[in-house]
Protein backbone atom coordinates (compact mmCIF):
# COMPACT_ATOMS: atom_id res chain seq x y z
CA UNK A 1 0.00 0.00 0.00
CA UNK A 2 1.39 3.58 -0.93
CA UNK A 3 -0.08 6.15 1.63
CA UNK A 4 -0.52 9.81 0.62
CA UNK A 5 -0.84 12.18 2.81
CA UNK A 6 -1.56 16.09 2.24
CA UNK A 7 -0.89 18.61 5.00
CA UNK A 8 -4.02 21.04 4.92
CA UNK A 9 -7.24 21.45 3.41
CA UNK A 10 -7.20 24.88 2.14
CA UNK A 11 -7.57 25.54 -1.52
CA UNK A 12 -4.15 23.45 -2.56
CA UNK A 13 -5.56 20.76 -0.05
CA UNK A 14 -8.73 20.53 -1.41
CA UNK A 15 -7.84 20.39 -4.96
CA UNK A 16 -5.08 18.20 -4.58
CA UNK A 17 -7.49 15.52 -2.41
CA UNK A 18 -9.72 15.64 -5.83
CA UNK A 19 -7.07 15.41 -7.89
CA UNK A 20 -6.13 12.16 -6.30
CA UNK A 21 -9.96 11.20 -6.80
CA UNK A 22 -10.19 11.98 -10.04
CA UNK A 23 -6.88 10.25 -10.96
CA UNK A 24 -6.09 6.78 -8.72
CA UNK A 25 -6.75 3.83 -10.58
CA UNK A 26 -4.96 1.52 -8.39
CA UNK A 27 -6.32 -0.04 -4.74
CA UNK A 28 -2.87 0.60 -3.88
CA UNK A 29 -2.75 4.14 -2.62
CA UNK A 30 -4.45 5.45 0.10
CA UNK A 31 -4.98 9.21 -0.15
CA UNK A 32 -5.30 10.58 3.41
CA UNK A 33 -6.16 14.69 3.97
CA UNK A 34 -5.00 16.16 7.75
CA UNK A 35 -6.67 19.14 8.92
CA UNK A 36 -7.27 20.92 12.29
CA UNK A 37 -10.71 21.76 11.43
CA UNK A 38 -13.14 19.17 10.18
CA UNK A 39 -14.37 22.41 7.72
CA UNK A 40 -12.98 24.11 4.80
CA UNK A 41 -12.57 27.84 5.18
CA UNK A 42 -13.75 30.25 2.31
CA UNK A 43 -11.37 32.75 3.01
CA UNK A 44 -12.24 35.15 1.03
CA UNK A 45 -15.37 36.17 2.83
CA UNK A 46 -13.90 35.78 6.27
CA UNK A 47 -14.61 39.85 6.00
CA UNK A 48 -18.32 39.63 6.01
CA UNK A 49 -17.94 36.83 8.98
CA UNK A 50 -16.14 39.63 11.37
CA UNK A 51 -18.81 42.20 10.06
CA UNK A 52 -22.41 40.79 8.79
CA UNK A 53 -24.51 39.00 11.84
CA UNK A 54 -25.73 35.64 10.37
CA UNK A 55 -22.90 34.12 7.98
CA UNK A 56 -20.93 32.64 9.92
CA UNK A 57 -21.83 28.53 8.51
CA UNK A 58 -21.76 29.91 5.26
CA UNK A 59 -17.95 30.05 4.83
CA UNK A 60 -17.72 26.31 6.53
CA UNK A 61 -17.45 23.53 3.96
CA UNK A 62 -17.59 20.50 5.97
CA UNK A 63 -14.72 18.17 4.64
CA UNK A 64 -17.39 15.24 4.64
CA UNK A 65 -18.97 16.87 1.91
CA UNK A 66 -15.66 17.22 -0.16
CA UNK A 67 -13.85 14.15 0.60
CA UNK A 68 -15.62 11.18 -0.45
CA UNK A 69 -14.33 7.31 -0.56
CA UNK A 70 -11.74 6.59 -1.28
CA UNK A 71 -10.17 9.53 0.29
CA UNK A 72 -9.98 9.33 4.03
CA UNK A 73 -10.14 12.92 6.30
CA UNK A 74 -8.51 13.34 9.82
CA UNK A 75 -9.15 15.63 12.03
CA UNK A 76 -6.09 16.83 13.87
CA UNK A 77 -3.53 19.60 14.61
CA UNK A 78 -0.07 18.65 13.00
CA UNK A 79 2.65 19.32 15.60
CA UNK A 80 5.75 17.67 14.25
CA UNK A 81 6.62 16.57 10.80
CA UNK A 82 9.21 13.62 10.94
CA UNK A 83 11.01 13.63 7.56
CA UNK A 84 13.51 11.18 8.45
CA UNK A 85 10.97 8.47 9.69
CA UNK A 86 7.91 9.61 7.37
CA UNK A 87 5.69 10.38 10.05
CA UNK A 88 3.26 12.84 11.17
CA UNK A 89 2.72 13.54 14.91
CA UNK A 90 -0.61 14.75 15.49
CA UNK A 91 -2.65 15.89 18.58
CA UNK A 92 -3.18 13.06 21.10
CA UNK A 93 0.35 11.37 20.18
CA UNK A 94 -0.92 10.28 16.88
CA UNK A 95 1.30 9.15 13.95
CA UNK A 96 0.98 9.01 10.67
CA UNK A 97 3.30 7.22 8.44
CA UNK A 98 3.77 8.85 4.46
CA UNK A 99 5.57 7.59 1.45
CA UNK A 100 4.48 10.64 0.01
CA UNK A 101 3.62 13.72 1.51
CA UNK A 102 1.80 17.28 -0.09
CA UNK A 103 2.92 20.19 2.43
CA UNK A 104 -0.29 22.97 2.63
CA UNK A 105 -0.49 23.94 5.76
CA UNK A 106 -0.80 27.64 4.26
CA UNK A 107 0.27 30.58 5.78
CA UNK A 108 -0.05 32.57 9.19
CA UNK A 109 -0.35 36.07 10.57
CA UNK A 110 3.10 37.75 10.57
CA UNK A 111 4.00 40.84 13.15
CA UNK A 112 7.47 41.94 11.83
CA UNK A 113 8.80 41.34 15.80
CA UNK A 114 6.49 44.75 16.04
CA UNK A 115 5.84 45.15 20.30
CA UNK A 116 2.04 44.30 20.84
CA UNK A 117 0.97 43.24 18.06
CA UNK A 118 0.32 38.96 18.98
CA UNK A 119 -1.20 40.45 22.20
CA UNK A 120 -3.48 43.20 20.97
CA UNK A 121 -4.30 42.50 17.86
CA UNK A 122 -6.80 40.45 16.20
CA UNK A 123 -5.80 39.02 12.93
CA UNK A 124 -7.96 37.93 9.56
CA UNK A 125 -6.70 34.28 9.26
CA UNK A 126 -8.93 32.03 10.27
CA UNK A 127 -13.40 31.85 11.05
CA UNK A 128 -12.22 32.02 14.66
CA UNK A 129 -10.32 35.54 13.77
CA UNK A 130 -13.39 36.53 12.30
CA UNK A 131 -15.32 35.65 14.98
CA UNK A 132 -13.57 37.30 17.63
CA UNK A 133 -13.39 40.84 15.40
CA UNK A 134 -17.44 40.78 15.41
CA UNK A 135 -16.94 40.01 19.12
CA UNK A 136 -15.12 43.19 19.84
CA UNK A 137 -16.55 45.12 17.60
CA UNK A 138 -20.00 44.49 18.92
CA UNK A 139 -19.14 47.29 21.63
CA UNK A 140 -16.85 49.14 19.94
CA UNK A 141 -16.49 52.89 18.78
CA UNK A 142 -13.40 53.35 17.85
CA UNK A 143 -11.43 50.32 16.22
CA UNK A 144 -7.70 50.65 14.13
CA UNK A 145 -7.06 48.32 11.42
CA UNK A 146 -3.22 47.97 11.04
CA UNK A 147 -2.17 47.01 7.33
CA UNK A 148 -4.07 48.40 4.13
CA UNK A 149 -3.55 45.60 1.35
CA UNK A 150 -6.00 43.19 0.52
CA UNK A 151 -8.01 41.95 4.25
CA UNK A 152 -7.39 45.67 5.99
CA UNK A 153 -8.95 48.00 3.31
CA UNK A 154 -11.91 44.76 1.95
CA UNK A 155 -12.67 44.90 6.12
CA UNK A 156 -12.39 48.95 6.30
CA UNK A 157 -14.49 49.03 3.31
CA UNK A 158 -17.26 46.90 4.62
CA UNK A 159 -17.12 48.57 8.14
CA UNK A 160 -18.30 51.83 6.31
CA UNK A 161 -21.33 50.23 5.03
CA UNK A 162 -22.32 47.93 7.85
CA UNK A 163 -21.30 49.76 10.78
CA UNK A 164 -20.87 53.84 9.75
CA UNK A 165 -21.20 54.78 13.61
CA UNK A 166 -17.62 53.55 14.31
CA UNK A 167 -14.92 55.67 13.93
CA UNK A 168 -12.17 53.79 11.89
CA UNK A 169 -8.68 54.27 11.29
CA UNK A 170 -6.79 52.98 8.88
CA UNK A 171 -2.71 52.35 8.85
CA UNK A 172 -0.85 51.67 5.47
CA UNK A 173 3.03 51.49 5.93
CA UNK A 174 3.65 51.96 2.03
CA UNK A 175 2.25 55.48 0.70
CA UNK A 176 -1.24 53.29 -1.13
CA UNK A 177 -3.22 51.19 -0.51
CA UNK A 178 -3.61 47.54 -2.52
CA UNK A 179 -0.29 48.71 -3.34
CA UNK A 180 -0.08 45.12 -5.59
CA UNK A 181 -2.71 46.45 -7.82
CA UNK A 182 -3.30 49.02 -10.47
CA UNK A 183 -3.25 52.62 -9.14
CA UNK A 184 -7.09 53.03 -10.22
CA UNK A 185 -8.29 50.70 -7.82
CA UNK A 186 -5.72 51.95 -5.08
CA UNK A 187 -7.26 55.70 -5.51
CA UNK A 188 -10.58 54.35 -5.77
CA UNK A 189 -10.33 52.39 -2.82
CA UNK A 190 -9.00 55.37 -0.79
CA UNK A 191 -11.72 57.57 -2.02
CA UNK A 192 -14.33 54.93 -1.02
CA UNK A 193 -12.70 55.35 2.25
CA UNK A 194 -12.68 58.82 2.86
CA UNK A 195 -15.54 59.33 2.28
CA UNK A 196 -16.88 56.91 4.81
CA UNK A 197 -15.14 58.98 6.92
CA UNK A 198 -12.18 56.43 7.54
CA UNK A 199 -8.99 58.48 9.29
CA UNK A 200 -6.29 56.87 6.75
CA UNK A 201 -3.11 57.10 7.45
CA UNK A 202 -0.50 56.23 4.88
CA UNK A 203 3.45 56.06 4.70
CA UNK A 204 4.03 55.46 8.68
CA UNK A 205 4.23 52.48 10.41
CA UNK A 206 3.13 51.21 14.16
CA UNK A 207 5.96 51.36 16.54
CA UNK A 208 4.44 49.50 19.02
CA UNK A 209 0.83 48.33 20.33
CA UNK A 210 -0.55 48.71 24.13
CA UNK A 211 -3.70 47.23 25.27
CA UNK A 212 -5.04 50.70 24.38
CA UNK A 213 -2.89 52.26 22.47
CA UNK A 214 -1.43 52.39 18.79
CA UNK A 215 1.98 54.21 18.55
CA UNK A 216 3.45 55.26 15.78
CA UNK A 217 7.20 55.67 14.77
CA UNK A 218 7.10 59.16 14.35
CA UNK A 219 5.47 59.04 18.33
CA UNK A 220 1.63 59.78 17.24
CA UNK A 221 -0.26 57.74 19.40
CA UNK A 222 -4.15 56.81 18.67
CA UNK A 223 -6.54 54.68 21.41
CA UNK A 224 -8.35 51.89 20.25
CA UNK A 225 -11.48 49.45 21.24
CA UNK A 226 -10.41 46.95 18.62
CA UNK A 227 -7.40 46.85 16.96
CA UNK A 228 -7.62 44.47 14.11
CA UNK A 229 -4.37 43.50 12.34
CA UNK A 230 -3.94 42.26 8.58
CA UNK A 231 -0.13 43.99 8.18
CA UNK A 232 1.33 40.69 6.81
CA UNK A 233 1.58 36.89 6.73
CA UNK A 234 4.45 34.29 6.34
CA UNK A 235 4.38 31.06 5.00
CA UNK A 236 3.73 28.29 8.14
CA UNK A 237 7.43 27.01 9.29
CA UNK A 238 6.41 23.79 10.41
CA UNK A 239 9.62 22.41 7.68
CA UNK A 240 11.34 25.56 8.41
CA UNK A 241 12.34 27.79 5.63
CA UNK A 242 10.99 25.37 2.58
CA UNK A 243 11.75 26.12 -1.48
CA UNK A 244 10.40 23.76 -4.15
CA UNK A 245 11.98 23.42 -7.69
CA UNK A 246 9.53 23.94 -10.49
CA UNK A 247 7.48 20.84 -10.05
CA UNK A 248 6.50 22.04 -6.70
CA UNK A 249 8.79 19.09 -4.72
CA UNK A 250 10.38 20.44 -1.95
CA UNK A 251 14.77 20.79 -2.53
CA UNK A 252 15.80 18.66 -0.71
CA UNK A 253 13.04 15.71 0.28
CA UNK A 254 12.67 13.64 -3.19
CA UNK A 255 9.04 12.15 -1.68
CA UNK A 256 7.66 15.98 -0.23
CA UNK A 257 6.12 18.43 -2.31
CA UNK A 258 4.73 21.64 -1.64
CA UNK A 259 1.90 23.56 -2.56
CA UNK A 260 -0.12 27.21 -2.11
CA UNK A 261 0.58 29.63 0.74
CA UNK A 262 3.17 26.83 2.49
CA UNK A 263 5.14 28.11 -0.18
CA UNK A 264 5.05 31.97 -0.21
CA UNK A 265 1.50 33.72 0.34
CA UNK A 266 -0.65 34.28 -2.67
CA UNK A 267 -4.07 34.03 -3.78
CA UNK A 268 -6.49 30.91 -3.80
CA UNK A 269 -6.61 30.04 -7.12
CA UNK A 270 -2.70 30.20 -7.34
CA UNK A 271 -2.85 27.55 -4.33
CA UNK A 272 -4.99 25.69 -6.19
CA UNK A 273 -3.40 25.25 -9.28
CA UNK A 274 -0.19 24.09 -7.03
CA UNK A 275 -2.69 21.57 -5.32
CA UNK A 276 -3.62 19.96 -8.39
CA UNK A 277 0.32 20.00 -9.90
CA UNK A 278 1.28 18.51 -6.76
CA UNK A 279 -0.92 15.57 -7.15
CA UNK A 280 -0.39 15.10 -10.66
CA UNK A 281 3.09 14.56 -9.99
CA UNK A 282 3.11 12.36 -7.00
CA UNK A 283 0.98 10.65 -9.50
CA UNK A 284 3.65 10.70 -11.99
CA UNK A 285 6.65 9.47 -9.42
CA UNK A 286 5.17 6.77 -8.76
CA UNK A 287 4.60 5.75 -12.60
CA UNK A 288 7.71 7.01 -13.06
CA UNK A 289 6.62 9.67 -15.47
CA UNK A 290 8.46 13.36 -16.05
CA UNK A 291 6.90 15.70 -13.96
CA UNK A 292 4.77 19.00 -14.59
CA UNK A 293 6.17 21.96 -14.28
CA UNK A 294 4.37 24.31 -12.38
CA UNK A 295 4.20 27.73 -14.75
CA UNK A 296 2.50 30.83 -12.67
CA UNK A 297 -0.58 32.08 -14.96
CA UNK A 298 -1.07 35.85 -13.68
CA UNK A 299 -4.97 35.84 -12.38
CA UNK A 300 -7.39 38.23 -11.81
CA UNK A 301 -7.84 40.04 -8.42
CA UNK A 302 -11.46 40.65 -7.31
CA UNK A 303 -11.79 43.64 -4.37
CA UNK A 304 -14.76 44.16 -2.74
CA UNK A 305 -14.91 47.09 -1.34
CA UNK A 306 -18.38 47.37 0.62
CA UNK A 307 -21.46 46.17 0.13
CA UNK A 308 -21.87 45.57 -3.51
CA UNK A 309 -19.11 47.33 -4.97
CA UNK A 310 -16.79 45.43 -5.93
CA UNK A 311 -13.46 45.94 -8.34
CA UNK A 312 -12.24 42.93 -10.69
CA UNK A 313 -8.72 43.40 -12.32
CA UNK A 314 -6.67 41.36 -14.45
CA UNK A 315 -3.78 43.15 -16.03
CA UNK A 316 -4.30 46.22 -17.62
CA UNK A 317 -8.01 45.41 -17.34
CA UNK A 318 -11.02 46.38 -14.88
CA UNK A 319 -14.16 46.40 -13.96
CA UNK A 320 -16.07 47.77 -10.79
CA UNK A 321 -19.28 48.04 -9.33
CA UNK A 322 -21.87 45.85 -9.56
CA UNK A 323 -20.69 44.24 -12.59
CA UNK A 324 -17.86 42.98 -10.52
CA UNK A 325 -19.99 42.18 -7.95
CA UNK A 326 -21.63 39.43 -10.06
CA UNK A 327 -18.78 38.16 -11.82
CA UNK A 328 -17.43 37.44 -7.92
CA UNK A 329 -20.79 35.86 -7.50
CA UNK A 330 -20.21 33.49 -10.42
CA UNK A 331 -16.87 32.41 -9.57
CA UNK A 332 -17.85 31.74 -5.83
CA UNK A 333 -20.85 29.64 -7.45
CA UNK A 334 -18.27 27.86 -9.86
CA UNK A 335 -15.30 27.24 -6.73
CA UNK A 336 -18.68 25.40 -4.94
CA UNK A 337 -19.32 23.49 -8.15
CA UNK A 338 -16.21 21.91 -8.18
CA UNK A 339 -15.61 20.98 -4.78
CA UNK A 340 -18.98 20.26 -4.07
CA UNK A 341 -21.87 18.21 -4.99
CA UNK A 342 -24.15 20.39 -7.59
CA UNK A 343 -27.14 20.27 -5.48
CA UNK A 344 -25.31 21.20 -2.18
CA UNK A 345 -23.00 23.81 -4.03
CA UNK A 346 -26.66 25.47 -4.69
CA UNK A 347 -28.00 25.22 -2.09
CA UNK A 348 -24.66 26.73 0.23
CA UNK A 349 -24.89 29.17 -2.50
CA UNK A 350 -28.81 30.41 -2.07
CA UNK A 351 -27.74 29.96 1.79
CA UNK A 352 -24.87 32.81 1.31
CA UNK A 353 -26.80 34.86 -0.79
CA UNK A 354 -29.87 35.06 1.26
CA UNK A 355 -27.93 35.43 5.24
CA UNK A 356 -25.65 38.04 3.35
CA UNK A 357 -29.16 40.02 1.92
CA UNK A 358 -30.47 40.00 5.66
CA UNK A 359 -27.57 41.13 7.38
C1 LIG B 1 -9.12 37.27 5.02
C2 LIG B 1 -8.58 36.70 3.73
C3 LIG B 1 -9.17 37.05 2.54
C4 LIG B 1 -8.69 36.54 1.34
N1 LIG B 1 -9.31 36.89 0.18
C5 LIG B 1 -8.91 36.32 -0.96
C6 LIG B 1 -9.61 36.59 -2.17
O1 LIG B 1 -10.58 37.36 -2.19
N2 LIG B 1 -9.19 35.97 -3.31
C7 LIG B 1 -8.13 35.12 -3.31
O2 LIG B 1 -7.82 34.56 -4.36
N3 LIG B 1 -7.43 34.86 -2.20
C8 LIG B 1 -7.80 35.43 -1.02
N4 LIG B 1 -7.11 35.16 0.13
C9 LIG B 1 -5.89 34.34 0.06
C10 LIG B 1 -6.25 32.87 0.06
O3 LIG B 1 -7.12 32.59 1.12
C11 LIG B 1 -4.99 32.03 0.20
O4 LIG B 1 -4.09 32.33 -0.82
C12 LIG B 1 -5.37 30.55 0.16
O5 LIG B 1 -6.20 30.25 1.26
C13 LIG B 1 -4.13 29.67 0.19
O6 LIG B 1 -4.55 28.35 0.19
P1 LIG B 1 -3.70 27.25 0.98
O7 LIG B 1 -4.37 25.95 0.75
O8 LIG B 1 -2.27 27.37 0.64
O9 LIG B 1 -3.80 27.68 2.51
P2 LIG B 1 -5.09 27.76 3.43
O10 LIG B 1 -6.31 27.97 2.62
O11 LIG B 1 -4.75 28.75 4.48
O12 LIG B 1 -5.18 26.32 4.07
C14 LIG B 1 -4.29 25.85 5.04
C15 LIG B 1 -5.01 24.77 5.82
O13 LIG B 1 -4.08 24.19 6.73
C16 LIG B 1 -4.72 23.99 7.98
N5 LIG B 1 -3.68 24.02 9.00
C17 LIG B 1 -2.77 25.00 9.24
N6 LIG B 1 -1.92 24.63 10.22
C18 LIG B 1 -2.31 23.38 10.60
C19 LIG B 1 -1.80 22.44 11.55
N7 LIG B 1 -0.73 22.69 12.31
N8 LIG B 1 -2.44 21.26 11.67
C20 LIG B 1 -3.52 20.96 10.89
N9 LIG B 1 -4.03 21.80 9.97
C21 LIG B 1 -3.43 22.99 9.83
C22 LIG B 1 -5.71 25.12 8.10
O14 LIG B 1 -6.78 24.78 8.97
C23 LIG B 1 -6.17 25.30 6.66
O15 LIG B 1 -7.34 24.56 6.38
C24 LIG B 1 -7.57 35.66 1.35
C25 LIG B 1 -6.98 35.30 2.56
C26 LIG B 1 -7.49 35.81 3.74
C27 LIG B 1 -6.85 35.40 5.05
Known sequence: MINIVILGGGFAGVR?????????????????????????????????????????????????YIFKKPLEFVEGNVEKIDTAAQKILLDKNRTYQYDYLIFALGSESADFGIQGIKEYGIPLKTLGDALRIKNALKNAKKVIIGGGGFSGTEIACELVVRKPHLNIILIQGSDVLLKELRNEISKLAKKRLEEGNVYLILGERIKTVTKETVILDGGKAFSYDAFIWTGGVKSNKLMGDIRVDDSLRVKGQQNIFAAGDAISPGIAPKAEEMGEIAAENILRTIRKKSLMVYVYHGMGRIVPLGGHFVTFSMGKFYISGIFAYALQQLIYLRYLLTILPFFQAIKKFIKFEKDLARS
Request: no cysteine.
Open 16 to 64: AGLTFKKNIISHNIRVTIIDRNSFHTFTPSLYEVATAEESSRNVRIPYK
